[in-house]
């Protein structure tokens, strides 16, 4: 598919010369000015800190509507996606574009399976971290590292692209939960053939040989539910930096390890994390909530309520709303009750009913309930932002894979506006003052 260019242009005047731009439009009609010439013709470049209103590329993966609040992967709702598939499913869909079959399922399952071991030669990288490493700083040095374990997927980015993309999406289910069992000193448990990918997680994460972990179908659900949310959301942070770096031509596995650095900070991914930390230190301080919204609105004060706000929805996070349902649920069925549910139901009618919130359009995003859940599951938080890498890793790479796949794709080199020292003349090091 490709985007359609409208009849008229936009005009731009400069120096009393009319120029005019390309307009664009989208497939469900979002429009944008093409600028692709603009400094051949102008001599201009446009400035937009934080690309807050550029787009870096097209892109069929999937569809944002910020304001009418709306996600589809590959043309489906994400809530007939998260209510009706696995996960593997949708990361079939995100990287062939077609929800696959019965049969194309299965043979993406077996595939799954067949990668699930990392190497053993990797798993001595584990004793060489600290027991208190970041489990997201081991995630990006082992996914980096799997380039020279299968340098024969490094050379052309597209070449046995099935292969490599499956063996990436069942290796960093398996790193993730072996980076676990290292950090809590407990023996690795390795993967099983007659588990599901989400069933395996849980089973690499939690069984131990002394007190056997049963896999619950009703946890299983919820991990997939999760990981579909998190699948893919169009040019973000992280999802840029993959594009960006694999724009250089750099192996996947490079480009994926960046935009896991990237989902790491507290204002992308870590934010789940971050959420949980702001919900115990309320629930600490006597759950002061107005002491902590008003910290929250305060310019001044770098407190920000973590888990609301976004930089594309201006209205609810329709992830959110799956997830805080999904919450309710499988608290319901694990029998856990859960003070700081309490604590992030309190805060969300409390700003959603603040002139401060309602003016800047901040709701809860994807990250203000999903915590709950995954603590719920029994995993820790210094692991979700890890969670977060496993549900978007199909995404980054169907985005990468488009990518790649566009005559149109250049090197990423976005320009600047200096606005340093105009020329010096030198000064010798013996004559400096
Ligand atoms: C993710 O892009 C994606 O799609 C990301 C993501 C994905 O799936 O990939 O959806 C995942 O990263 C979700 C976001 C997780 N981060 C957080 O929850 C951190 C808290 N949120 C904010 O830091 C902020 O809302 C951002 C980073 C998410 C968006 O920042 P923007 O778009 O640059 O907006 P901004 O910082 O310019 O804020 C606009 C105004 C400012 O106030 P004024 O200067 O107008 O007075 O809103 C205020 C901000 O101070 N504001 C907040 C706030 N978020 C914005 N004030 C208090 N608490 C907040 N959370």
């Excluded at 010439?37 to 870096?56: A, F």
């Excluded at 706000?309 to 997830?323: N, S």
């Amino acid at each position: 598919m490709t985007y359609t260019t409208t009849a008229s242009a936009a005009e731009l005047k400069i120096n009393g010369k009319t120029y005019h731009l390309p307009l664009v439009e989208g497939t469900m009609g979002d429009k944008a000015i093409d600028i692709s010439n603009l400094l051949r013709e102008t001599g201009y470049i446009t400035l937009d800190s934080g690309y807050k209103n550029t787009g870096s590329c097209t892109s069929s993966v999937t569809y944002l509507d910020g304001r009418g609040g709306i996600l589809r992967y590959r043309g489906y709702d994400i809530e007939d996606l998260a209510k009706n598939c696995l996960f593997v499913e949708v990361a079939y869909l995100l990287l062939h574009g077609k929800l696959p079959n019965a049969a194309e399922l299965e043979a993406f399952k077996q595939l799954i399976g067949r990668f699930a071991l990392i190497h053993e030669d990797m798993i001595h990288f584990f004793d060489h971290f600290p027991s208190h490493a970041s489990p997201m700083s081991i995630l990006s040095v082992m996914v980096n590292s799997l380039c020279n374990f299968y340098p024969e997927m490094s050379a052309n980015p597209l070449e046995d692209f099935d292969e490599t993309s499956t063996r990436l999406i069942s290796k960093i289910r398996t790193i993730a939960a072996f980076s676990y069992k290292k950090s809590i000193g407990h023996p690795l448990v390795y993967p099983r053939h007659d588990l599901c990918y989400c069933g395996n997680f849980l089973h690499m994460m939690f069984d131990k040989p002394v007190r056997p972990y049963t896999v619950r179908p009703e946890i299983v659900t919820a991990l997939n539910k999760l990981l579909i949310l998190h699948a893919d959301h169009e040019q973000n942070c992280s999802t840029s930096t993959v594009r960006l770096v694999g724009s250089a031509g750099v192996n996947i596995y490079a480009a994926i390890a960046a935009g896991i650095n990237a989902l790491w900070g507290p204002l992308h991914g870590g934010a789940n994390e971050a959420v949980l930390d702001m919900l115990e230190t309320i629930y600490a301080d006597d759950s002061n909530f107005e002491k902590y919204i008003n910290k929250a609105k305060d310019r001044n004060d770098p407190f920000r309520l973590t888990g609301f706000g976004h930089r594309v929805y201006k209205t609810y996070d329709p992830r959110a709303k799956i997830i805080k349902k999904a919450c309710d649920e499988i608290l319901r069925v694990l029998n856990v009750s859960d003070p700081l549910l309490d604590i992030a139901y309190k805060l969300e009618e409390i700003a959603l009913h603040d002139e401060y919130f309602i003016e800047r359009n901040l709701y809860p995003n994807v990250d203000f309930y999903s915590g709950i859940i995954y603590r719920a599951l029994g995993i820790p938080s210094n692991m979700f932002t890890v969670m977060f890498a496993l549900g978007r890793l199909p995404g980054w790479i169907a985005q990468w894979k488009e990518m790649h796949e566009d005559p149109a794709t250049r090197i990423g080199r976005p320009r600047q506006v200096y606005i340093g020292e105009p020329a010096r003349k030198f000064i010798p090091l013996a004559e400096r003052p």
